[in-house]
């Protein structure tokens, strides 16, 4: 069997803020202005208020399985796939969401071109252990790749946990958040040269 690595999806395969300002569009007519083009999440890359009531639920609507099936690809990150998988990986998404929408959230690898087959969705939490833990021991996975620095931590022995660091306003990973990380890189395109020039095959 190929060795499994997993890949978070939002920020490591596809762009999750630039689907927020479309997002946000379609509710209020209008792209929102950008804040900061370095901004973690959405709220610090767009400059967008605060939302309560019946604008906060207009605009959650559109979180709906579309949203999720519509999301651009990360910079780089269908080439660095199609490397890693050439390179006889099996590539697996292992994302924090709504299982409800784990099967939108496939068709939208699918319909960018990743050579991605498998999606796990598993709750957000925090804690000791992250939440992709259960999953990453279930799929036998080597690797993690994720952008958020908490969920690799407690992961399962001979899970390499690697980083897309992703610095900026926002950013969570700073400090030590970063211990947890065994190697960190600009973008999935930094880890895929690094895993195969390793030889970690």
Request: net charge negative.
């Amino acid at each position: 069997m190929s060795p499994v690595l997993a890949l978070d999806a939002d920020g490591v395969l596809v762009d999750y803020v630039q689907g927020y300002a479309a997002a946000w569009e379609r509710a209020f007519g209008e792209r929102p202005a950008l804040k900061d083009p370095q901004g973690y999440g959405p709220l610090d890359r767009w400059d967008v208020p605060w939302l309560a009531g019946q604008a906060h639920a207009r605009f959650r609507a559109q979180f709906d399985a579309a949203f999720w099936r519509s999301l651009p690809a990360m910079p780089g990150a269908v080439q660095a796939c199609h490397r890693l998988h050439a390179a006889g990986f099996d590539l697996v998404c292992v994302t924090a969401m709504d299982a409800a929408f784990e099967a939108a959230r496939l068709e939208c690898l699918r319909a960018c071109g990743f050579p991605i087959e498998r999606v796990v969705a598993v709750p957000h939490g925090e804690g000791p252990q992250s939440p992709k833990a259960a999953a990453l021991e279930g799929l036998g996975a080597c690797a993690l790749v994720d952008d958020y620095a908490p969920y690799l931590r407690g992961l399962p022995p001979g899970v390499h946990p690697a980083l897309i660091v992703r610095a900026g306003p926002g950013c969570p990973n700073v400090g030590q958040a970063l211990v947890h990380a065994k190697s960190q890189h600009e973008d999935l395109a930094g880890f895929s040269d690094y895993w195969i020039e390793a030889g970690q095959t």
